[in-house]
């Protein structure tokens, strides 16, 4: 089956996705040590945000799916983070 | 080609397939079944809420004690709020319309996922059930508003766990309508129809599938941390705890704002059916009332802030707020000059669906005023929790789409039904709704405007003409919902058989026999051109 196909992916490539999500989480509890002030929620959404993309692109077999598809997820992660900028912004600025 | 007028067939209505009687309606996934199925039990919990309105009507005709104690009297606008809100309003018309003439505008058998539909409609009954049982169960009636605003709703110690739960499931009952929708729209429409020969309603239900599926996660998110910091008390929003109160309510308009826009949009969806029809002309500006319904669920979705003028956000954050909710009326007048254009130079057939789509127009625009007096920020201070919101917000829903639905109702009632009702009565009973309509929230305008705040059980003397009146409307509206609710069940009964082209509709619905068969097309008509088509004319490209 063509779909099966170009979703294979192999245990290699999880593996090696789920050590750097497992990483990644390490950081984020790491960077709660260091005083960013403001940034403190940037810096963790920010690598929230590097953490689903792996998990879309690889797990969810999103980068092998059709551009429409691709931009219609990235779509609705930048409508998500404009609504999280906004709001913090708020607190920003208060 | 679609089933013709007089051939053999089975409606829906008499369709017997594996089961019988009553379960053969409650196990069906049958859009069509489906949609009726969600239209009894709105129009059910429609009843119930305005009750409870009208007892509150009553108890504010004199200051004072009238008929129900304060504590009674929270109790019943918070559950008039959630039973309106939540299980009428927000699903009401893409639920009830979208369900049953969905599909067949856009030329398919059914939705995409019927079962699932099946589910969705079982979630808002457990949903809708469990709101109102919040009434009677634990330590009494919720009293924080439907708004659940912390910290009262963390501290209150009636049932608000329980209206809480109800509420994140009628959540996720929209969320799979809003993707079935999304896909039945992406997926089945008939040849030839574009997006851009689809007709306008289906846009509508399109836009709004798409707020169900993005906002009304965070809704279901916040209630669920509403619910963890009383049990838990974790501090997600009290301060003692170094948590916001501010953040429970930008996490709740994130989702009630553009929940507002899922209860106009299919309003605004099915008034732009109607105008065409009874002006028997293409309806004008296709394109830009198609945009601007896409156009208002995304800027809808950036004006949360303006309900929170007052809360203590940033001023940076109230200028921003502020300039896009004046942005979002840009789109909305676009339709109103597109509809009232449609009728300009039309053969304007002033039949009971167009009474109410023009009177929507009429309280829309009405709502959509006044609502700008809110977004400038010095008059919101003035305005702020008073009589003049509920006014602007009733201009809105209940002048909007509660006109809209009425509309809907009349239009595709002798569709959906296969009858037809009184028309004279329709006409009758359009006045005295619209009388007593404006009768009931026009003096909280202006008493609103005076002072006279939100959600009191009691006023000053000062404010007595204006409540009186206002009851006094209340009592002529209800008279006139009742007049309706009269005349289209008797004629359920009773009515005469009603053609299967009644009003000269072009769209889809109109080409097959009234009420329709089981799958809607014995064969899915091929589309050639955009809809609204009446012959030649020089709107039509």
């Known amino acids: 089956m063509k779909n099966q196909e170009t979703h294979s992916t192999g245990y290699l490539t999880y593996a090696i996705v789920l050590i750097g999500l497992l990483a990644l989480t390490t950081l984020s509890v790491a960077v709660t040590g260091i005083h960013l002030g403001a940034f403190t929620v940037a810096l963790a959404l920010l690598i929230a945000s590097i953490k689903v993309a792996f998990v879309l692109a690889v797990f969810m077999h999103l980068r092998s799916e059709n551009l429409f598809l691709k931009l219609a997820v990235a779509g609705v992660f930048v409508l998500f983070a404009l609504v999280i900028i906004i709001t913090f912004f708020d607190y920003l600025f208060r | ?541």
């Open chain 2, 1 to 541: 080609m679609a089933n013709q007028e007089g051939d053999h067939y089975i409606s829906y209505l008499d369709q017997q397939g594996k089961y019988r009687g009553l379960l053969a309606w409650l196990l069906s996934t049958d859009h069509k079944r489906i949609g009726l199925m969600y239209f009894y039990v709105i129009a059910t919990f429609f009843f119930i809420a305005v009750s409870l309105g009208l007892l509150m009507r009553t108890e504010l005709i004199a200051p004072g004690e009238t008929i129900m104690s304060p504590q009674t009297y929270n109790g019943l606008f918070t559950v008039h709020g959630i039973i309106m809100i939540f299980i009428i309003v927000i699903p009401g018309l893409s639920v009830v319309f979208g369900n049953f003439f969905l599909p067949i505008l856009i030329g398919a058998k059914d939705v995409a996922f019927p079962k699932l539909n099946l589910l969705s409609f079982y979630l808002f009954l457990l949903g809708a059930i469990m709101a109102v049982l919040s009434q009677f169960l634990g330590d009494g009636p919720p009293d924080t508003g439907w708004s659940f605003y912390v910290p009262y709703s963390v501290e209150s110690s009636t049932n608000v766990i329980f209206a809480l739960t109800a509420a994140f499931i009628l959540g996720f009952s929209s969320i799979l309508t809003g993707i079935n929708f999304i896909v039945t729209i992406h997926r089945m429409r008939a040849p030839g129809m574009t997006f851009m020969r689809m007709p306008l309603f289906p846009w509508s239900i399109y836009a709004t599938a798409w707020i169900q599926v993005l906002a009304t996660p965070i809704i279901g998110i916040t209630l669920l941390m509403v619910v963890a910091e009383r049990a838990f008390s974790i501090g997600f929003f009290d301060p003692a705890l170094g948590g916001d109160p501010i953040l429970f309510q930008h996490l709740f308009w994130i989702y009630s704002h553009p929940a507002v826009y899922i209860m106009i949009l299919p309003a605004m969806g099915v008034v732009t059916e109607i105008f065409p029809t009874f002006s028997q002309k293409p309806v004008f500006g296709y394109t830009a009332i198609a945009i601007s319904s896409l156009t208002i669920a995304f800027i809808g979705y950036f004006v949360w802030g303006h309900h929170m003028f007052t809360s203590g956000t940033s001023y940076f954050s109230r200028l921003f707020f502020s300039l896009l909710t004046f942005l979002v009326a840009v789109p909305s007048a676009i339709k109103v000059f597109n509809w009232v254009a449609t009728m300009y130079g039309g053969s304007i057939d002033l039949k009971p669906p167009l009474l109410y789509a023009v009177g929507f127009i009429f309280l829309f625009m009405i709502g959509g005023l006044t609502g700008l007096i809110q977004g400038a920020l010095a008059t919101n201070i003035q305005v702020h929790d008073t009589a003049f919101v509920v006014a602007h917000f009733h201009y809105i829903i209940f002048g909007g789409m509660g006109f809209a639905a009425f509309a809907g109702i009349h239009y595709w009632y002798p569709k959906m039904f296969g009858k037809m009702y009184n028309i004279r009565f329709a006409n009758i009973a359009w006045v005295v709704i619209f009388t007593g309509f404006n009768l009931f929230y026009f003096p909280q305008l202006v008493i609103g405007m005076q002072g006279m705040p939100r959600r009191y059980f009691d006023y000053l003397p000062q404010f007595k003409t204006g409540q009186v009146l206002s009851t006094i409307g209340s009592y002529i509206l209800v008279t006139g919902l009742l007049m309706m609710l009269i005349n289209l069940l008797a004629t359920r009964k009773k009515g005469k058989t009603a053609p299967a082209n009644p009003w000269k509709g072009v769209t889809l619905e109109w080409q097959i026999p009234s009420p329709p068969p089981l799958e809607n097309f014995d064969i899915i008509p091929e589309i050639k051109r955009r809809p609204y088509f009446f012959g030649e004319s020089k709107n039509e490209k």
